[in-house]
């Protein structure tokens, strides 16, 4: 099975058919290059600053040769476009629910970029620190990959098991059963939190980059904290629908705190 592609005009119920379908969608034309470079010259300071690992564990999680620079709702503004897109939220409330009752919330945030020489990253679902429910799970996340360069299958575009969100813990995928997401930048890639996925070898001279932006119900401990991720000073100056995107907004009953404990504590240095 193939990666589904649709364009950002498609309706958005045939967008989120083909992702029910095969697990991943990709979208073409979702992302105005302004917002592009806005984003990247925001991020780039972070990314130049980051950790490269050049020598490479194989068991690790993530592979060497990679930049990885998190917390994106604080270092850049323009991320605002990519976390609450039409395309995106369309997607969350048919996956986990409708976003107006808060059944969503931004789970993850990471500018990612491959270089030259990275190895293959473990196949992983992004479910799978939700232990408790056995696979196939219901669905918990929703998951997503922008294009800020090129995603190719020589430079390490994303490694994706169409149809994988259905199958019991004992399959595993057969080699031919793997595909890569191959996109032009401006797209954006979206895949079901019970997909076998991973970063694709790098074997050629370019970095491919990457934002990674995932979504987890309401009711779910998120993976990257938002609440320590964006400090209170800065969250207050978010709009208010990227602020209760980021947990800010209640889930029924949870999420409850008292504003007035700012403004008690505000100046003081602890408890004493
Ligand atoms: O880099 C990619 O294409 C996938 C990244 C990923 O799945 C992760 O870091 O969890």
Redesign the pocket.
């Given at each position: 099975m193939k990666v589904p592609r649709c364009s950002a005009d498609d309706p958005i119920d045939d967008i989120a058919a083909s992702l029910d379908e095969a697990g991943c969608v990709v979208v073409t034309d979702a992302l105005k290059s302004e917002t592009r470079s806005d984003f990247i010259g925001e991020l780039d300071p972070y990314l130049q600053a980051a950790y490269v690992d050049t020598t490479d564990n194989p068991e690790s999680?993530?592979a060497g040769h990679?930049r990885?620079v998190v917390g994106l709702i604080a270092r850049s503004k323009a991320v605002e476009q990519l976390v609450l897109h039409p395309t995106s939220t369309g997607l969350c409330d048919r996956w986990l629910g409708p976003g107006a009752e808060f059944g969503y919330q931004l789970h993850?945030s990471?500018a990612?970029s491959?270089g030259p020489g990275a190895r293959e990253?473990i196949l992983?679902r992004?479910e799978d620190s939700f232990t408790f429910f056995p696979l196939p799970r219901p669905k918990l996340v929703l998951?997503s990959?922008w294009a800020m360069a090129d995603?190719r299958a020589d430079n390490?575009?994303?490694?994706l098991v169409p149809g994988s969100h259905r199958w019991p813990a004992d399959r595993e995928p057969t080699s031919s059963e793997i595909v890569q997401?191959e996109m032009p930048a401006g797209s954006v890639l979206f895949w079901a939190g019970g997909t076998l996925?991973?970063?694709?070898e790098n074997r050629s001279e370019d970095w491919?980059y990457?934002a990674?932006l995932t979504y987890s119900l309401g009711w779910l401990r998120q993976e990257e904290n938002q609440y320590l991720a964006v400090p209170p000073e800065l969250s207050e100056t978010l709009s208010p629908d990227l602020r209760k995107i980021i947990g800010h907004g209640m889930y029924r009953a949870l999420g409850a705190y008292d504003p007035r404990l700012y403004q008690e504590f505000a100046g003081s240095s602890g408890h004493d």
């Open positions: 999680f993530y990679t990885r993850v990471a990612i491959v990253q992983h992004e998951a990959m995603f390490g575009g994303t490694r997401a996925h991973g970063g694709g491919r990457g990674i």
